[in-house]
């Protein structure tokens, strides 16, 4: 039973333009979510997080969309640099524990 | 400030071996938490650790086992491995542990193979 669902296993974004990575959750207890990311032979490191009493939460290029009565989370990254080339991983939080998505493989193409 | 050590950082055991995995957290933290990941599954959590008692738990067979010392530091137990058992394990620490938007800092992981 998945409860953090990222449906896209890839993506490929032009540098310059903006990635939007979305994840899907399905138990409205959660509340607060994160994005990670994780680039090969390395742990993953926190990006942004969100409070589900917010709808948005912006941090430089990034910013965190969420929709608690789509119960949908999205990330977008704005202007896309080849760095970002990466794994992100969206994450969940609730009852002191921490369920995370399956992963996106973000590929900026130059 | 030195980040989490895992130590190994590759490991191979055949089935049936038991294998246990170091983590040591950032210092002041008191927090550990540990996640297997394999493809196709993200990351799954195991348990965490709060100043040397488990705090919680995910859903793994008691094969998988941990435990924490005075000094914060992790470690991972897992008996009898099994071919599924092949994966990364990270462990993460945190100040607060994973309670509310504490952010959790990870190490690079102990890639465990199964033959």
């Known amino acids: 039973d998945q409860q953090v669902k990222q449906n896209s296993p890839s993506l490929s974004v032009q540098e310059g333009r903006i990635s939007i990575l979305n994840c899907d959750y399905t138990?409205?207890?959660?509340?607060?979510f994160l994005w990670y990311k994780k680039y090969p032979a390395e742990g993953p490191t926190f990006l942004i997080s969100?409070?589900?009493?917010?709808d948005k939460n912006e941090d430089g290029r990034f910013t965190v969309f969420l929709n608690k009565s789509a119960k949908h989370l999205s990330l977008h990254i704005v202007p896309s640099q080849p760095g970002d080339s990466a794994v992100y991983f969206c994450?969940?939080?609730?009852?002191?524990?921490?369920?995370f998505g399956t992963g996106t493989r973000l590929t900026i193409i130059p | 400030k030195a980040g989490v050590t895992q130590t190994p950082r590759y490991l191979i055991k055949t089935r049936g071996q038991q294998v246990t995995l170091s983590c040591s957290p950032i210092?002041?933290?008191?927090?550990v938490s540990w996640y297997q990941q394999t493809p196709g599954q993200g990351l799954q959590f195991l348990f965490e650790?709060?100043?040397?008692?488990?705090?919680n738990k995910g859903n793994f067979p008691g094969r998988f086992s941990g435990r924490q010392f005075s000094n914060s530091r992790s470690e991972m137990n897992v008996s009898t491995l099994e071919l599924g058992d092949s994966a990364l394990y990270l462990c993460?620490?945190?100040?607060?542990?994973?309670?509310?938007?504490?952010?959790?800092?990870f190490g690079p992981g102990t890639r465990l193979t199964v033959l």
């Open positions: 993460a620490s945190s100040w607060r542990g994973i309670q509310g938007t504490s952010e959790q800092f």
């Open positions: 138990n409205s207890m959660f509340d607060y």
């Open positions: 969100i409070s589900s009493i917010k």
């Open positions: 994450a969940a939080g609730g009852n002191e524990k921490l369920t």
């Open positions: 210092s002041g933290h008191r927090s």
């Open positions: 650790y709060f100043s040397e008692t488990q705090r």
